[in-house]
């Protein structure tokens, strides 16, 4: 089944405790992406990838960091979360190349409280 | 840079009437825009896309939205709304891997 899986789904964790929050897919996308859901703020896109080795920054970068070091995973990493990190997080893919877009699949979403 | 809205925060209609959830662009390029619904504890599924081509674009559901250069919009449409139509939909503009997304409306259908 062609999917994007995220994992964990949940995640509670303290101020200052790295963590990572993996995304796969396989569907042989080249372009993968980030984004964060809060309450009336609809989803804002944290980093894109377009391809392998290839990342580049969303509206809201700030305190994140992704690698894309194979096509089919971008690993999201929190190197010291704030409880303003707090949010609902989907990673998605795309067969998108270059400019030309494309259609986005999301995978089910990462519930992170950070106390 | 590309910004999308949404001015309804929310949207409510009685099933069986036409139901319109609006949303205006603004892009500096060619337009490329999507139309996604998120249900309850659930992730974002695609429901229709203008890239290029017919204004009228046909989308999953018996959903549809027209393409308006003019007006810089992009409306939802569907003539019959149904009961489990009832969700979060949210606009997307796409500009060379940069995505933006509305802040989302809540369209409630009831019976």
């Known amino acids: 089944e062609a999917q994007v899986t995220q994992n964990p789904r949940y995640l509670i964790t303290v101020t200052g405790k790295k963590l990572t929050v993996t995304c796969s897919q396989n569907m042989n996308h080249e372009y993968m992406s980030w984004y964060r859901q809060d309450p009336g703020l609809g989803l804002r896109q944290i980093y894109y990838s377009m391809n392998v080795e290839v990342t580049d920054k969303g509206d809201v970068p700030e305190g994140y960091k992704v690698s894309r070091k194979e096509k089919r995973n971008f690993p999201l990493i929190l190197e010291s979360p704030s409880p303003n990190q707090t949010s609902l997080y989907f990673c998605?893919?795309?067969?998108?190349?270059?400019?030309?877009?494309?259609?986005?699949?999301f995978g089910p979403g990462t519930r992170l409280t950070v106390l | 840079a590309q910004s999308v809205a949404q001015p309804e925060d929310q949207v409510n209609v009685a099933e069986g009437n036409p139901l319109t959830v609006k949303c205006t662009y603004s892009v500096s390029g060619n337009p490329y825009l999507f139309w996604y619904v998120q249900y309850p504890n659930r992730g974002l599924q695609f429901l229709l896309k203008y890239i290029t081509g017919d204004n009228l674009v046909k989308g999953s559901y018996g959903f549809e939205a027209e393409f308006n250069k003019s007006q810089t919009s992009f409306h939802l449409k569907k003539p019959s709304a149904l009961v489990s139509d009832s969700a979060l939909y949210f606009c997307?503009?796409?500009?060379?891997?940069?995505?933006?997304f509305g802040d989302g409306t809540t369209l409630t259908v009831k019976p």
């Open positions: 997307a503009g796409w500009d060379a891997g940069k995505s933006t």
């Open positions: 998605a893919s795309s067969f998108a190349v270059g400019t030309e877009a494309d259609t986005q699949y």
